[in-house]
Nanobody
């Protein structure tokens, strides 16, 4: 069993900031990557940001220069600092973790998802 616990969502005015956190816990060998997707009403889920175990990052073009992704490997936790928020950033933000685990004495990988946290930016 693997759990992803998200926190930090909420309501903020345009131009404001929020910080999302996501901590992974449970039975796994290691976390290879973590990050965030978001889904706005009526739209497909899209990648916002991701970070690998060696610190490589990826950011969606729409958030570059405004959002920063970071991690604490020892705590299996990923953070998303969101600055200069815009109404179009309003969405449910989902944390993911690409974990490595034992399957019948072999190493396997899978993606785990959090429950999602609502971010609402008012104009």
């Amino acid at each position: 069993q693997v759990q992803l616990v998200e926190s930090g969502g909420g309501l903020v005015q345009a131009g404001g900031s929020l910080r999302l956190s996501c901590a992974a816990s449970g039975s796994f060998i290691r976390v290879n990557a973590m990050g965030w997707y978001r889904q706005a009403p009526g739209k497909q889920r899209e990648l916002v940001a991701g970070i690998t175990s060696d610190g490589s990052t990826i950011l969606a073009d729409s958030v570059k220069g405004r959002f920063i992704i970071s991690k604490d490997g020892a705590k299996n936790t990923v953070y998303l600092q969101m600055n200069s928020l815009k109404p179009e950033d309003t969405a449910v933000y989902f944390c993911y973790a690409d974990i490595e685990f034992w399957r019948n004495y072999y190493r396997d990988t899978r993606r785990e998802w959090g429950q999602g946290t609502q971010v609402t930016v008012s104009s």
